[in-house]
C-alpha cells in the first residue's frame, strides 16, 4: 500500500512530458488514472503505455479551454469511479515573446490554456470535492509564476496568476477538506519548447539555447511533485536552480530583478529578429 494506492487521479495534459510521468508514476503506485489531454494519439499511447506497464488507466481527449468538457470528464469520473482524490491541472503551452510583439490574440492564447484551463478544472472539481469533504487540486504553474521572467510576457502573466489562484484557494478550501497545491518546476526537458510559440525570436537559437541547458528529466519532476503531494506542501518547487532562484526572489528581489535584466540585455535580445 502507498499514499497514491487506490485514489482516483485526473491529470490533463497527460500525453507527453511532466503529465505523462505524472501518470506513470501515479499508476505505479496503484492510483487509478484519467489521462486527458486535447491531442488524442498522444493521450492513448501515453494511457496505453501506463496499462502495459500493469496500471490502471484511462485516456480521454480534453481541451481544457472548453469549461463544459472539463466538467464533463469530472462528472463522468465521478459517476463512475464513486470519487475524486486529486485533480491535476497541468495542460500547458509556452509562448515566447516581448510584450512589444505581443498581440492581443497572442496574450489570449496563453491565458486561455495556462489560465483558465486551471480555472476550469478547479472551477469542476473544487465544488465536487467540497461536497465529499476530501481531495486534492495540485496546479502546474512554474518558476516563471514567483520571478520576473521578461521575454515569455503572457506565459509569466498566466503563471503569476495560477500561484495567487492555487494559494489563496489552499486557505478556503483547508477548513472544508480540501488541499491545494502549486507546482512551480524549473527547466524540464520536455517537448514544450519545440511545440511553443515564439513571437519575433529566432526559433532555432533560442532551441539551441534551452538543449545546452542541464534540467530535469520529466520522470524526476513527477517524483518531487508527488513527494510534495504526499507531504501536502503549499508550493512544491522543482530543481535545484528553481530552489535558489525562488530563495534568492524573497531575500531580496532587487537582486533578482538585476540578475533578469542581465540575463535579459546579453542573451534574450539577441534572439530577437526585427527591432
Ligand atoms: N518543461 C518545463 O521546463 C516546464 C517548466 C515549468 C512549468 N512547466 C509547465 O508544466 C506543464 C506541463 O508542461 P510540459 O513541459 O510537460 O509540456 P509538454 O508539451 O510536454 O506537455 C503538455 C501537454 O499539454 C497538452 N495540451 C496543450 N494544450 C492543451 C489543451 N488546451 N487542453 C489539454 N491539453 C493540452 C499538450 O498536448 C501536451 O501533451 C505546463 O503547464 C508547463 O507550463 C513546464
Redesign the pocket.
Known amino acids: 500500500m502507498t499514499y497514491f494506492s487506490d485514489k482516483v487521479a485526473i491529470v490533463?495534459?497527460?500525453?507527453?512530458?511532466?503529465?505523462r510521468a505524472l501518470s506513470e508514476e501515479l499508476a505505479g503506485r496503484g492510483a487509478r488514472v484519467i489521462l486527458?489531454?486535447?491531442?488524442p494519439e498522444?493521450v492513448e499511447r501515453a494511457a496505453e503505455a501506463v496499462r502495459a506497464a500493469g496500471g490502471r488507466a484511462v485516456g480521454a481527449r480534453?481541451?481544457?479551454?472548453d469549461s463544459r468538457a472539463v466538467q464533463d470528464l469530472v462528472d463522468e469520473t465521478l459517476a463512475r469511479e464513486g470519487r475524486l482524490d486529486l485533480m491535476f491541472n497541468?495542460?500547458?503551452?509556452?509562448v515566447g515573446g516581448e510584450a512589444r510583439d505581443c498581440t492581443l490574440e497572442d496574450w489570449r492564447k496563453v491565458l486561455d490554456?495556462?489560465l483558465y484551463?486551471v480555472i476550469h478544472g478547479v472551477a469542476a472539481a473544487y465544488p465536487a470535492m467540497v461536497r465529499q469533504g476530501f481531495g486534492h487540486i495540485v496546479n502546474?504553474?512554474?518558476?516563471?509564476g514567483l520571478l520576473p521572467f521578461p521575454g515569455t510576457i503572457g506565459y509569466v502573466a498566466g503563471?503569476h496568476a495560477v500561484v495567487g489562484l492555487s494559494n489563496s484557494l489552499r486557505i478556503e478550501g483547508a477548513g472544508l477538506g480540501v488541499r491545494v497545491s502549486v507546482v512551480?518546476?524549473?527547466?524540464?526537458r520536455?517537448?514544450?519548447f519545440e511545440?511553443s510559440k515564439m513571437i519575433n525570436l529566432d526559433r532555432e537559437k533560442a532551441l539551441e539555447g534551452m538543449s545546452s541547458m542541464k534540467?530535469m528529466s520529466?520522470e524526476d519532476c513527477a517524483r518531487v511533485i508527488l513527494a510534495g503531494v504526499r507531504r501536502n506542501r503549499a508550493i512544491i518547487i522543482v530543481t535545484g536552480w528553481a530552489r535558489i532562484m525562488w530563495l534568492l526572489q524573497r531575500l531580496s528581489p532587487g537582486l533578482i530583478r538585476f540578475i533578469m535584466q542581465e540575463h535579459f540585455r546579453r542573451h534574450y535580445r539577441t534572439l530577437r529578429i526585427e527591432d
Open positions: 490533463t495534459g497527460a500525453g507527453s512530458g511532466i503529465g486527458a489531454d486535447v491531442n498522444r480534453l481541451d481544457v479551454t497541468n495542460a500547458g503551452i509556452a490554456v495556462n484551463g502546474t504553474a512554474s518558476i516563471e503563471k512551480c518546476p524549473g527547466y524540464i520536455t517537448a514544450i511545440d534540467g520529466p
